[in-house]
């Protein structure tokens, strides 16, 4: 059985940073894709980004390109959203989520083909 727990989520004045993080325990050396949802009030889930833990290929949705980065660390088990240059519409609560058998282009952000998922952190931007 998959756990995660995410943190380091908080609020955050436009343009600031924040890193989440998320403790993944699964076997990294596997084909999983691991990545970050959100869910902002009154909208649906969003896929964040995505990354592959054989190859390290990652994927981002078109919103949050060139801002943030994700990136993982298998020898701690730990997967990491770095946001940077954040915005308003960035507010929400981000959660991690972990499937088998890796990521592809046309289904890394489908949150329906991920079984795992995390409590979720809630991440606030003010102007």
């Known amino acids: 059985q998959v756990h995660l727990a995410e943190s380091g989520g908080g609020s955050v004045q436009v343009g600031g940073s924040l890193r989440l993080s998320c403790t993944v325990s699964v076997d990294t050396s596997r084909n999983y894709c691991l990545g970050w949802f959100r869910q902002g009030p009154g909208n649906q889930r969003e896929g964040v980004a995505s990354i592959n833990t054989v190859t390290g290929f990652t994927y981002y949705g078109d919103s949050v390109k060139g801002r943030f980065t994700i990136s993982q660390d298998n020898a701690k088990n730990m997967l990491y959203l770095q946001m940077n240059n954040l915005k308003p519409e960035d507010t929400a609560i981000y959660y991690c989520?972990?499937?088998?058998?890796?990521?592809?282009?046309?289904?890394?952000?489908?949150?329906?083909?991920?079984?795992?998922w995390g409590q979720g952190t809630q991440v606030t931007v003010s102007s």
């Open positions: 989520v972990a499937k088998e058998k890796g990521c592809y282009s046309d289904s890394w952000s489908n949150s329906l083909l991920f079984p795992s």
